[in-house]
């Protein structure tokens, strides 16, 4: 299927019509029958129907609001500020943060290129101003592509933002990954100094738990643009005196194992060399000097392919320059990182060994203010040290696998000596110093999310009725019908062949030519910008109101909500049964995110099932030339003529076709049916027989039995 990858972005339709002949293909060889009639049939009965595969189903994503209210440019700049002006402890500060940092980096653009969505500031408002609310924790219930990553960051950031205002100067740490020349050959051996000598405490602010690696990886490309991007470490600098808000992915694959402080004490012990310490202090200064030289790649690639998000794909390790990353263990259990990102087997490892134990030790001394002595400046201090649980994807951990993680939550809470809920007033409320930032596409009803919440992370209120987690949801765009008439069979007049195919050095001009043609003959309109501009907000409606509504098992609605239509479904509605025009218009669909970014055309998601052929059935026919016919991929006991159906077999060295089923033996006669196991009886004691078919006269079955 990778091979159809260019294809989805610019005619799904032909992709997956590429992708079901490559099934076929596939089949048609590697599971090829001698008998050449058998042979056809076969392959003409796996086309059929959804022998193979069922059309695409089409979902249409939704499509958020931006926040009312705050405009463009500097004036929705200044509106931010005002709000947040309390909650970050002056105005100048908030608008700093958005205008300086967040622009920057998380929301590159912000306020000049658009404006975030409703639930982004929601998110701000509960979880960071406490607006509205008693308590902080929230959880955003929003869609693919709604800024959920940006949802729960916004406050986090913020919070640890507010508290930078007031950390010392750094010390200078460029270079920190170059190892120490050592030896007579001077080979380079890294000792971990990254953060050697700063003032502020090391401790994590926030984890942000993923079930899997490959989320955790995906999350470290969106925080080193956020916190390690050029214009950002510049910002770092000039404001929070060369201070990074320090981050780390620690899993199976972060370097530099066990603990350089236990291996040191172990070599001053005799229980391992000097020199084992020092073939892995060479190997890690061996490993970092890699990702360096992998960055440098990078960026000469990006100078040519102009295509910048490959800035983030590995560590940024730039020649004189302070990264924000945390890359090695070493170095993260010496001084722990603002913020990890870990996956929860490695959490749960973590709890369990030394190694790990300053990490945890650390973020205890910090949450508890050690490092100040007066007591009324601690208690003061500690009302600002949060300590953030950012969990995404929270629908994943229900039934057993949740129990497991809220068990780990709770280890993880007795290891930084903060617990979840405290007394106060004669009630158990919620630890203030505890803040639980999580995101999910679906949570089901406010009540029952609550519940959940409450016992998956063990914060929660004696006090009667008093809710503890606020949720927020997306904030959908308005859908009105602006009854422009759009005829959307048109479309079929855009096709692969005329389209997508062209070739050439000028294809871009030559696809340009093809769809100005078409809209100027079809839609009145001179560019693709234009028509969007006229129709987008139609486009939306006509689609939205194709999709069947979702019902609950009394037949009604629930919430207005909307599930994938399927494709022959979507053609009939809309396309006036035309099936190419679905094509045409998905063609025309991404062609416009190639020239024309400010659209808010709906987005589309298919879901495309292929299935997995268990096996070929046929009926046993009289007929000396074909001894099967009316093939079939589900097992059925009787064929269309009366006759018995078996399930057919073949020789992977000949192609010769063969028959099995269950062996019965009535009145010293042997029979064969169907080959259905005995569920109740485990393991299915029943013999197989395989016979090679003989075309003779009484149908007789010899060959192998085994």
């Not at 729960?152 to 190892?179: T, V």
């Not at 405490?201 to 993923?210: D, M, N, Q």
């Not at 694959?253 to 073939?279: H, P």
């Not at 060295?653 to 485990?682: A, H, M, S």
């Amino acid at each position: 299927m990778k091979k159809f990858e260019h294809l989805f972005s610019c005619d799904p339709m032909g992709a997956f019509e590429k992708i079901e002949d490559d099934y076929a293909r596939y089949f048609e060889h590697a599971f090829k029958v001698k008998n050449e009639a058998v042979d056809e049939e076969r392959m003409n009965t796996l086309k059929e129907g959804v022998n193979m595969s069922k059309k695409p189903y089409i979902e249409l994503l939704p499509e958020y609001a931006s926040v009312k209210g705050i405009g463009k440019g500097e004036e929705g700049i200044n509106k931010l500020a005002k709000k947040f002006a309390d909650a970050f402890g002056g105005e100048e500060i908030a608008k700093s943060f958005f205008s300086e940092f967040i622009s920057k980096g998380l929301m590159r653009g912000l306020m000049k290129d658009f404006t975030p969505y409703g639930h982004q500031i929601g998110m701000m408002e509960k979880a960071f101003a406490g607006e509205g609310v008693k308590y902080k924790n929230t959880v955003i219930t929003a869609g693919t592509g709604s800024g959920k990553t940006e949802s729960f960051l916004l406050p986090l950031l913020a919070n640890i933002f507010k508290e930078a205002q007031n950390w010392g100067q750094a010390a200078d740490h460029k270079n920190w990954y170059e190892g120490v020349l050592e030896g007579g050959n001077h080979t380079p051996r890294y000792t971990p100094k990254q953060r050697e000598g700063d003032p502020r405490p090391a401790a994590l602010r926030a984890i942000v738990l993923y079930p899997m690696n490959a989320l955790v990886e995906d999350q470290m490309a969106r925080l080193r643009e956020a916190l390690d991007s050029h214009d950002v470490r510049t910002f770092m600098d000039t404001h929070f005196k060369g201070n990074r808000f320090y981050f780390g992915g620690y899993n199976g694959d972060t370097i530099a194992k066990k603990n350089y402080d236990l291996i040191s004490e172990a070599v001053k012990n005799g229980q391992i060399t000097k020199g084992k310490l020092n073939q892995m202090r060479q190997n890690v200064a061996k490993q970092l000097k890699s990702y360096q030289d992998d960055f440098t790649k990078i960026k000469k690639w990006v100078e040519v392919n102009k295509k910048e998000d490959a800035l983030y794909i590995s560590p940024r390790l730039e020649v004189d320059d302070t990264t924000a990353e945390m890359i090695t263990r070493w170095d993260m259990q010496k001084w722990a990182p603002d913020i990890m990102i870990t996956n929860t087997s490695m959490l749960s490892i973590m709890l369990m060994r030394k190694a790990e134990a300053p990490i945890f030790e650390q973020t205890k001394k910090w949450l508890n203010a050690d490092d100040i002595y007066d007591e009324n400046e601690k208690e003061e201090a500690k009302k600002n040290r949060i300590f953030h649980i950012v969990v995404d994807e929270l629908h994943l951990y229900r039934g057993t696998a949740g129990s497991e993680v809220a068990c780990l939550l709770r280890m993880l809470y007795d290891a930084i000596g903060l617990p979840p809920v405290i007394v106060e007033n004669g009630y158990l409320v919620p630890n203030p110093q505890l803040r639980i930032l999580a995101s999910s596409a679906s949570l089901g009803d406010e009540d029952a999310t609550e519940k959940f919440m409450e016992e998956f992370f063990g914060v929660y209120s004696t006090i009667e009725g008093e809710k503890v987690f606020n949720i927020q949801e997306g904030t959908n765009r308005e859908i009105s019908d602006e009854k422009k008439h759009i005829n959307y069979e048109l479309f079929k007049n855009l096709t692969h062949e005329n389209f997508v195919e062209l070739e050439g050095d000028d294809v871009a001009d030559k696809q340009q030519n093809v769809v100005n043609d078409f809209l100027q003959n079809n839609f009145n309109c001179n560019s693709v910008k234009d028509f969007w501009n006229t129709y987008q907000n139609q486009i939306f409606y006509d689609f939205y109101s194709a999709l069947p509504t979702n019902v609950d098992k009394d037949d009604k609605p629930i919430n207005g909500s909307k599930r994938p239509i399927s494709q022959e479904q979507l053609v009939k509605t809309l396309f006036n049964g035309n099936q190419e025009a679905l094509k045409g218009f998905f063609i025309f669909r991404g062609y416009a995110d190639k020239v024309y970014k400010g659209h808010k055309l709906p987005r589309f998601r298919f879901h495309k099932f292929f299935k997995y052929i268990e096996g070929l059935w046929g009926e046993l026919n009289p007929d000396l030339n074909r001894p099967v016919k009316h093939l079939s991929y589900t097992a059925e006991e009787v064929g269309k003529n009366g006759n018995k159906v078996l399930e057919l077999l073949r020789c992977e060295n000949c192609g010769e076709l063969y028959i099995g089923g269950n062996r019965k033996v009535e009145d010293e006669r042997t029979f064969l049916t169907l080959n259905y196991p005995n569920l109740k009886q485990i393991p299915n004691f029943n013999p197989h027989l395989w016979c090679r078919i003989k075309a003779t006269k009484n149908m007789l079955f010899s060959g192998h039995t085994t």
